[in-house]
């Protein structure tokens, strides 16, 4: 293999310290900062990480009051593997610290005709389920699975497992024997209407790409691979929500020894010839490395000194963001019959949505969104009696979001969730919060106020996202959704990994003649 960082590791590492005696803060504490912490930690590095906020989890937040429990970020637990795999790097297993329940059906979808489909947790049910909307659809279906398989190992042992984030990296033949037969350049939207012909079973296989933040016109098809997630891989619940993975990770980094910090905001980093200064609370601290888990637009702009940024104005104006999102928060009295765990409310033509994100921003008219109901497989998330209720509508970054114009979108959501579900929610609602692109925007400084970061497009996947590597600073790295792999949970688990590999390969002479005992 030419020019790739080898991140296969084993749980059994002796005592190999390759990092031993090295100060490394971390900003950050989403899931990218929380994996790369235990990483640094596990090689020796004595690592801080320092939070902005109260919690940890970035994006992946919560709400916890009168006996509701509400994510306010992520709610699909994925791709059980790639959390098993970042466990095993540390000698643990997942359920030590959470608890997982499958979920059949994995989720239900109202077509705004009348239409409802249960999709349920078993491949050839599903192919039932297609062969009823499309002769021969379910042979399709059998054919279009086993080659996302094929795309998910290609494009996860490949492309996610190994640090492909430099141009070199990509300079390697196994690459090309992997790949043959496999068309990456084609967009979904092409390489799925060549399987099925019914417009909502393209729906069923490429509404997933909203978890990558793309659209089947400027997706690559690599990402079929979601298929493979979603209908093999099966759907996950952890106890308590996704809040209780962040605090399954915090406390395993807290074994392995980083300390957190929260509520301590990073106001500068200074990078110099014996390493960073990070300034925290006014304070002045030193780091011979900083992982910064906050996305390289917020730190070249807020926390690197001016003249020092990676990536101008021009740079950032030019990116396809992912969407951002309306989202409400709700407690509900009663039942939220006849909403599923996971429930997908969609047009039959969801076209003008996705031009209303990606060609010409606008509130759209006609949503597609995603409802939320996890009391419904988990009672603690909510008082006896209640449901917790997440309603997700995504739009494009860098809408204008002013109160009333909130106001006259939630109406519209609600009014469009009892129309076509036929769950009347609104006199039962007895607790209420909302984010839209201004919270994005300020309380992550994201750009645009997008919710996720850079779309999955071909010109913004691999080497061409932003690096993990800092060009602004050496001992300065990034890591989360906004690098190489990209979006996602177990994206940003893997993008630790990456990270703290780079950390390891660039470590300074001192510190490797420190860990032969030449010092």
């Known amino acids: ?109 109202f077509w705004k005709d009348g239409d409802r489909v249960d999709v349920p947790d078993d491949p050839e049910a599903v192919a039932d389920l297609f062969e009823s909307y499309e002769s021969g659809a379910g042979d399709a279906f059998r054919s279009y699975l086993e080659g996302a398989e094929r795309a998910y190992d290609i494009g996860v042992e490949e492309f996610v497992y190994r640090d492909r984030s430099r141009l070199r990296d990509c300079i390697d033949p196994r690459l090309v024997r992997a790949a043959g037969g496999v068309t990456l350049l084609d967009s979904m939207q092409e390489y799925v209407a060549d399987y099925f012909e019914h417009p909502k079973l393209q729906q069923l296989v490429q509404y997933s790409l909203v978890f990558l933040g793309g659209a089947p016109h400027n997706t690559p098809a690599i990402y079929t691979l979601m298929s493979h997630v979603d209908f093999n891989l099966g759907v996950y619940h952890p106890t308590g929500g996704i809040a209780s993975v962040v605090d399954g990770i915090a406390e395993l980094a807290t074994e392995l020894g980083v300390d957190i910090e929260t509520g301590c905001t990073v106001t500068g980093l200074d990078p110099g010839g014996d390493g960073i200064g990070v300034t925290a609370q006014g304070e002045r601290r030193r780091a011979d490395t900083v992982v910064a888990n906050a996305n390289p637009y917020h730190v070249g702009r807020d926390l690197l000194p001016e003249g020092r940024r990676e990536y101008d104005d021009g740079y950032w104006d030019s990116r396809t963001y992912a969407p951002s999102a309306f989202l409400m928060y709700l407690g509900v009295e009663g039942d939220a019959e006849p909403l599923e765990h996971h429930t997908l409310v969609l047009p039959t033509d969801w076209d003008a949505h996705f031009e209303a994100i990606f060609e010409d921003p606008a509130w759209p008219e006609d949503p597609a969104y995603y409802v939320n109901v996890p009391s419904r497989t988990d009672p603690t998330m909510a008082p006896e009696g209640h449901e917790a209720v997440v309603v997700l509508v995504p739009i494009a970054a860098g809408l ?38 201004s919270e994005f925007g300020e309380r992550f400084g994201a750009p645009r106020g997008t919710a996720l970061g850079l779309a999955h497009t071909l010109r913004q996947t691999g080497p061409f996202r932003p690096s993990i590597r800092s060009s602004a600073a050496e001992s300065l790295y990034y890591t989360g959704a906004y690098t190489s792999p990209g979006i996602g949970m177990p994206m940003c688990l893997v993008s630790g990994e990456h990270t703290a590999a780079a950390v390891r390969e660039n470590a300074t002479p001192g510190a490797v003649s420190r860990l032969l005992g030449r010092e």
């Not at 519209?412 to 129309?419: R, S, W, Y």
């Open 400 to 437: 204008s979001d002013d109160e009333a114009t909130r106001n006259r979108f939630r109406d519209k959501v609600l009014d469009d969730i009892e129309t076509h579900t036929g769950a009347d929610l609104r006199d039962r609602i007895v607790l209420e919060r909302s984010a839209c692109v």
């Open 1 to 109: 293999m030419l020019g790739s960082i080898d991140t296969t590791r084993s749980t059994d590492r002796g005592d190999e310290q390759p990092l031993e005696g090295r100060e490394t803060t971390v900003v950050g504490g989403g899931f990218g900062g929380l994996a790369t912490a235990c990483y640094l930690a596990a090689d020796g590095a004595d690592v801080t990480l320092l939070e902005r906020h109260d919690e940890l989890g970035g994006v992946a937040g919560r709400i916890e009051t009168d006996g509701f429990r509400i994510d306010t970020g992520p709610s699909w637990y994925l791709m059980p593997d790639t959390f098993e795999r970042f466990f095993s790097h540390f000698g643990r297993h997942p359920e030590a610290y959470y608890d997982l329940t499958r979920l059949d059906p994995h989720y239900r979808i």
